[in-house]
């Protein structure tokens, strides 16, 4: 199942204390993974920092753009279930500030969009 699968409300870091125990999808540049390599720092689209705690240890190079799709745990972490690395390329193509103020819109008007896709559609 991909992220866009999941149902999970796509959201920036000041979104994290209104779903706090629910999946969510975030996106941001990864930095600072730990020694044993089971948590990193995001920096969401709002320029917020959220610990990224993982089941197991990373099994490769985790930097750049990238998607967590997991439960909130504390407004300012989220245990991974799925992540997705976007290319160096796509990292330096990407607007973040047009994703922040699409998900602030996403926020404000959520009775005109879908927040995400069931696997029964």
Same mark, same amino acid.
């Given at each position: +199942?991909?992220?866009?699968?999941? &149902? $999970?409300?796509?959201?920036?870091?000041? /979104?994290?204390?209104?779903?706090? &125990?629910?999946?969510?999808?975030?996106? !941001?540049? $990864?930095? *600072?993974?730990?020694?044993? !390599? #089971? @948590?990193? +720092?995001?920096? #969401?689209?709002? *320029?917020?920092?959220?610990?990224? *705690?993982?089941?197991?240890?990373? @099994?490769?190079?985790? !930097?750049?753009?990238?998607?967590?799709? &997991?439960?909130? #745990? @504390?407004?300012?972490?989220?245990?991974? *279930?799925?992540?997705?690395?976007? @290319?160096?390329?796509? #990292?330096?193509?990407?607007? +973040?500030? +047009? %994703?922040?103020?699409? /998900?602030?819109?996403?926020?404000?008007?959520?009775?005109? %969009?879908?927040?995400?896709?069931?696997?029964?559609?």
């Amino acid at each position: +199942m991909s992220i866009s699968q999941t &149902g $999970a409300p796509r959201i920036n870091g000041s /979104m994290l204390s209104k779903f706090q &125990g629910k999946k969510v999808v975030l996106l !941001g540049n $990864a930095r *600072n993974v730990d020694s044993n !390599g #089971t @948590s990193f +720092m995001l920096q #969401t689209c709002d *320029n917020g920092e959220v610990r990224v *705690n993982l089941s197991e240890p990373l @099994s490769e190079y985790v !930097g750049g753009l990238i998607e967590v799709l &997991g439960d909130v #745990t @504390s407004p300012k972490s989220i245990q991974c *279930n799925h992540y997705i690395l976007f @290319s160096k390329e796509q #990292t330096d193509s990407f607007d +973040m500030d +047009m %994703y922040n103020s699409t /998900m602030e819109v996403l926020s404000k008007f959520p009775q005109h %969009y879908r927040l995400g896709v069931t696997e029964t559609e």
